[in-house]
């Protein structure tokens, strides 16, 4: 039997899966908590929500699950895969303007 | 000398007599050995499986006394190719399909109007028929029957002793596990391996190497399986000798088979 003890501890933030509610698109935020043995296997996992990015129509905003009030630039901070997915849903909804009309 | 001659005589007279008059007891002893040895050798059986990014590979070896009964091996092709190749045969037996109905329906209306009154007319024919020769088709069939459920109830003691009779059969030599995996929501992947988790240590008893990791960066599904199994007959056929002296079992047999 080998050493079982705590060797580290990998922690990471992820996006999870969007989720669709009519016509508003959420997509969550985790912290993923990873603890492994000395033999560099899994102990545990341990998956804690953080916040929230919430995409409607007309306005995107996120919403943090320690209550506190959030801005779009502080998720983006948190989980960079989602600037991504923002601009994409900015861009689906950005009016073009063409100039050259007569 | 001639106690040897003598010797030689009488040894040779009763091989003589031996062979003469006990063929029928060596064939039955060579019965017995050979029955005995199908029931004592062990079959082996490995397994092994393996799938690295969108390769998969592996194959079986069946194997009894070191003579190969079975083998098979997977040659390594992508996942991708597999699964074309299958979803390309069913799409040919689809197009067969669509090809015969197109050329039914191109045909002749009143040639295949006839040609239906005929079919239905042996339809109905081959209905009758088969209403009354069903039960006796059955019986010479031995087409097997669902049980009462009370009589299943009443056997299944006995049931589940042969089953532990019959896992006592077989012997895991040798098992290992690897997989990693990752779905779409990390929160699903992480619920999962908990579950994955959970089987490998109910199974922890008899001591497989089983590893179970979870991929959070996206879907993913690559491992490997290895098995080396070992199944004697003798624990096998001694629990059905012994369940069919069981009343409940041999009630459920017949039951199944129709003659209760």
């Known amino acids: ?9 990998d922690m990471r933030v992820q996006v999870g899966k969007e989720i669709k509610a009519g016509d508003r698109t959420i997509w969550p935020v985790m912290r993923i908590t990873i603890l492994k043995t000395c033999e560099d296997k899994i102990m545990a996992i341990q998956v804690t929500p953080l916040a929230m990015l919430i995409i409607e129509p007309e306005r995107q ?12 630039e502080a998720i983006m901070e948190m989980a960079e895969p989602l600037r991504d997915v923002l601009e994409e849903a900015r861009a689906s909804h950005r009016i073009t303007v063409d100039f050259n009309l007569r | 000398m001639q106690f040897s001659s003598l010797l030689s005589a009488e040894s040779m007279s009763s091989l003589a007599s ?19 040895l199908i029931l004592l050798a062990p079959l082996h059986l490995s397994l092994n499986i393996r799938k690295r990014g969108p390769l998969l590979q592996g194959g ?16 390594p092709q992508s996942a991708e190719d597999l699964l074309a190749s299958i979803w390309k045969e069913e799409a040919g037996g689809e197009v067969q399909a669509k090809e015969e109905r197109k050329s039914k329906e191109e045909g002749d209306g009143s040639e295949e109007v006839g040609r239906i009154e005929k079919r239905a007319g042996k339809w109905a024919q081959m209905v009758k028929r088969s209403e009354i020769t069903k039960q006796e088709y059955d019986k010479k069939r031995g087409i097997m029957r669902t049980p009462k459920i009370r009589s ?3 056997a299944a003691p006995a049931l589940a002793n042969i089953l532990l009779d019959a896992l006592k059969s077989i012997l895991f030599k040798k098992i290992s596990c690897r997989l990693c995996f990752g779905l779409d929501d990390p929160a699903q992947t992480a619920i999962i391996s908990g579950y994955l988790w959970s089987i490998a240590s109910v199974v922890g008893p008899f001591r497989p190497k089983i590893s179970v990791e979870p991929w959070f960066e996206g879907e993913r599904l690559e491992g490997e399986f290895m098995a080396e199994i070992e199944v004697r007959l003798l624990h096998t056929v001694f629990a059905l000798m012994q369940v069919m002296r069981v009343r409940e079992i041999r009630l459920l047999f017949k039951e199944m088979l129709g003659l209760a």
């Open chain 2, 18 to 36: 031996f062979s003469g008059l006990n063929f029928p007891a060596i064939l039955f002893l060579f019965f017995i050995i050979f029955l005995a």
């Open chain 2, 60 to 75: 079986y070896r069946l194997a009894w006394l070191g003579i190969p009964l079975g083998k098979n091996e997977i040659s």
């Open chain 1, 1 to 9: 039997m080998g050493d079982k003890g705590l060797s580290g501890m």
């Open chain 2, 152 to 154: 299943l109830i009443n």
């Open chain 1, 61 to 72: 905003y996120a919403v943090s699950f320690d209550g506190d009030p959030m801005s779009i």
